[in-house]
T-cell receptor, first 114, second 114 residues
Framework: DAGVIQSPRHEVTEMGQEVTLRCKPI?????LFWYRQTMMRGLELLIY????????DSGMPEDRFSAKMPNASFSTLKIQPSEPRDSAVYFC????????????FGPGTRLTVT | TQLLEQSPQFLSIQEGENLTVYCNSS?????LQWYRQEPGEGPVLLVT?????EVKKLKRLTFQFGDARKDSSLHITAAQPGDTGLYLC??????????????FGKGTHLIIQP
């Protein structure tokens, strides 16, 4: 089975531009999580969805960040406008309904905002 | 806010040596997980511990969950260069209404020198 798929793998953009990160969870998984990883702060949970419904977005840094999950097989994380401090690796993870504690991570998107 | 402290932050040892990595929290978690992350990839789940005092073994890796479910340790016996990576502990809290997010420690960067 294919794992969690993220695109793009690398994104370089200029400050002020809109950035959209994409995630396809593992088929059959009903929960999806967006994380951000930096050296300073480690892995931080941004938002997660259960059955396509956003449950907790308290980790989203500010209104410039938004996430959607229009269906069970696709989610986006959008940053508008982007800033240099948003530079990080963004991970998407999915989780099975019967294994509530085990998350499967994608390879991540390395975002650089200049 | 649940916080996880991992120690040591960095560890470099020779092949064949033993080591222990620690994960501590002031909160009680429903479960605790250990992940391993290699450069350019997402974290990969190694083990989940749920019961206080639980011990699990994965080849040369031994994982233990504290009796009070606030701390955990990872012990590696006869470390090999292939064990090199970032080891992350993550605590889960499960509300019963669905999957909840993980709180990650900042990780232990482990280097095993040949």
């Amino acid at each position: 089975d294919a794992g969690v798929i993220q695109s793009p793998r690398h994104e370089v953009t200029e400050m002020g531009q809109e950035v959209t990160l994409r995630c396809k969870p593992i088929s059959g998984h009903n929960s999806l999580f967006w994380y951000r990883q930096t050296m300073m702060r480690g892995l931080e949970l941004l938002i997660y969805f259960n059955n396509n419904v956003p449950i907790d977005d308290s980790g989203m840094p500010e209104d410039r960040f938004s996430a959607k999950m229009p269906n069970a097989s696709f989610s986006t994380l959008k940053i508008q406008p982007s800033e240099p401090r948003d530079s990080a690796v963004y991970f998407c993870a999915s989780q099975r309904p019967d294994r509530g504690y085990e998350q499967y991570f994608g390879p991540g998107t390395r975002l650089t905002v200049t | 806010t649940q916080l996880l402290e991992q120690s040591p932050q960095f560890l470099s040892i020779q092949e064949g040596e033993n080591l222990t990595v620690y994960c501590n929290s002031s909160s009680v978690f429903s479960s605790l997980q250990w992940y391993r992350q290699e450069p350019g990839e997402g974290p990969v789940l190694l083990v989940t511990v749920v019961t206080g005092g639980e011990v699990k073994k994965l080849k040369r890796l031994t994982f233990q969950f504290g009796d009070a479910r606030k701390d955990s340790s990872l012990h590696i016996t006869a470390a090999q260069p292939g064990d090199t990576g970032l080891y992350l502990c993550a605590g889960a809290w499960y509300s019963g209404g669905g999957a909840d997010g993980l709180t990650f420690g900042k990780g232990t960067h482990l280097i095993i020198q040949p």
